[in-house]
């Protein structure tokens, strides 16, 4: 159980296009997700906090313009690099919280999607 | 703000302990997590310290000390499966998630 998944899990795209990745929680409902870009040997930085029905929440420095987010049901939310760039070639892995479960701190991360932008 | 302090590599021998620390300021916190990854993949839940004192998991253990503002996460009888990067998280509000910069554990024969 507890099961996220991301697609695709690669995409290489042209500079100045737009990219959507979606993520899934495939066998429980989510409120809430959140979206996570790591760099190679680094940290997961979280990017933005996702929850259904309502807008975005982003952290310090993330321009929300340029990574559109949208969570319209308790199992799917999109992220969308818009006007892509070379700087935001990254691995891009979604989590999410299964809901109605206050007491838990556990997160189920989906594999990620490779963005590579040329 | 946030910031973790957690060891960049360490090695170990199979069927050995190892314990990885983790040192943290946060303005606020709710828990401690634990984190595994290994390379390419996605991070999966080992363990989550809300409160003081030791939790055990099979042969994974975590502790906590909020005085102190450390954890650490114990690994017993290590296996060759184990090598990967483990990440230290604080919750600094309801349910999100700051990771430290990880620590890559390579186990040995």
């Known amino acids: 159980g507890a099961v996220v998944s991301q697609h695709p899990s690669r995409v290489i795209c042209k500079s100045g296009t737009s990219v959507k990745i979606e993520c899934r929680s495939l066998d429980f409902q989510a409120t809430t997700m959140f979206w996570y870009r790591q760099f190679p040997k680094q940290s997961l930085m979280l990017m933005a906090t996702s929850n259904e029905g309502s807008k975005a929440t982003y952290e310090q420095g993330v321009e929300k313009d340029k990574f559109l987010i949208n969570h319209a049901s308790l199992t799917l939310s999109t992220l969308t690099v818009t006007s892509a760039h070379p700087e935001d070639s990254s ?25 590579t932008v040329t | 703000g946030q910031s973790l302090e957690q060891p960049s590599e360490v090695t170990a021998v ?86 430290g910069k990880g620590t890559k554990l390579s186990v040995i024969p």
């Open chain 1, 91 to 115: 691995f891009y892995i979604c989590s999410a919280r299964e809901t109605g479960l206050a007491d838990s701190y556990e997160q189920y991360f989906g594999p990620g999607t490779r963005l």
């Open chain 2, 14 to 99: 199979e069927g050995a302990i190892v314990q990885i620390n983790c040192t943290y300021q946060t303005s606020g916190f709710y828990g401690l997590s634990w984190y595994q990854q290994h390379d390419g993949g996605a991070p999966t839940f080992l363990s989550y310290n809300a409160l003081d004192g030791l939790e055990e998991t099979g042969r994974f253990s975590s502790f906590l000390s909020r005085s102190d503002s450390y954890g650490y996460l114990l690994l017993q009888e290590l296996q060759m499966k184990d090598s990967a990067s483990y990440f230290c998280a604080v919750t600094p509000r309801s349910y999100q998630l700051t990771f």
